[in-house]
T-cell receptor
Framework: QQQVKQSPQSLIVQKGGISIINCAYENTAFDYFPWYQQFPGKGPALLIAIRPDVSEKKEGRFTISFNKSAKQFSLHIMDSQPGDSATYFCAASEGGAQKLVFGQGTRLTINP | NAGVTQTPKFRVLKTGQSMTLLCAQDMNHEYMYWYRQDPGMGLRLIHYSVGEGTTAKGEVPDGYNVSRLKKQNFLLGLESAAPSQTSVYFC?????????????FGPGTRLTVT
């Protein structure tokens, strides 16, 4: 049972465009929703995260939009750059030990 | 400050062999985790620890054991490796004394079981 579903699996965007990756979750007890960025041969690194008490969080070119009623959240990358080419994972956890449940990942390619 | 380190980086095992993966962190984090990453499946939690001397099962614990004898180290053991355990294994840590949710990941161990 996949508790966090992520789409699309792969995405190609032109330089300067907007990249959008979507995630849906099932467990209403989740209270922390991070996005991780992973470059080839490296471990994932936290990009941005949101708690369910806000609908949007922005950090530079990266924005999380959160829809609690729909149990969905998305990552928007504005003015996408070739250096943003990586695999992106959404995740979710609930209190306590913060065990993360990951989406399947999206391989993003930004064409110059 | 090395963050989270993992040894070895690569390993090839034959079916039935055993091995131990070592994770070390120098950030004084309370929590540590072991994940496996397989194509199209994201990362899945194997085992985790919320403090020295404690361990608990995650989503896919079968075939693995762990130990956390020291706060800075978290060991993952495979007693009898199977081809289904071919994967990339990541260790992570979180929860510094100040309290924060961010998990810091190591560089990974690529394991192939033939």
């Amino acid at each position: 049972q996949q508790q966090v579903k992520q789409s699309p699996q792969s995405l190609i965007v032109q330089k300067g465009g907007i990249s959008i990756i979507n995630c849906a979750y099932e467990n209403t007890a989740f209270d922390y929703f991070p996005w991780y960025q992973q470059f080839p041969g490296k471990g994932p690194a936290l990009l941005i995260a949101i708690r369910p008490d806000v609908s949007e969080k922005k950090e530079g070119r990266f924005t999380i939009s959160f829809n609690k009623s729909a149990k969905q959240f998305s990552l928007h990358i504005m003015d996408s750059q070739p250096g943003d080419s990586a695999t992106y994972f959404c995740a979710a956890s609930e209190g306590g030990a913060q065990k993360l449940v990951f989406g399947q990942g999206t391989r993003l390619t930004i064409n110059p | 400050n090395a963050g989270v380190t993992q040894t070895p980086k690569f390993r090839v095992l034959k079916t039935g062999q055993s091995m131990t993966l070592l994770c070390a962190q120098d950030m004084n984090h309370e929590y540590m985790y072991w994940y496996r990453q397989d194509p199209g499946m994201g990362l899945r939690l194997i085992h985790y620890s919320v403090g020295e001397g404690t361990t608990a099962k995650g989503e896919v614990p079968d075939g693995y054991n762990v130990s956390r004898l020291k706060k800075q180290n978290f060991l993952l053991g495979l007693e009898s490796a199977a081809p289904s355990q071919t994967s990339v294994y990541f260790c992570a840590s979180s929860w510094p004394p100040t309290g924060a949710y961010e998990q810091y990941f190591g560089p990974g161990t690529r394991l192939t079981v033939t």
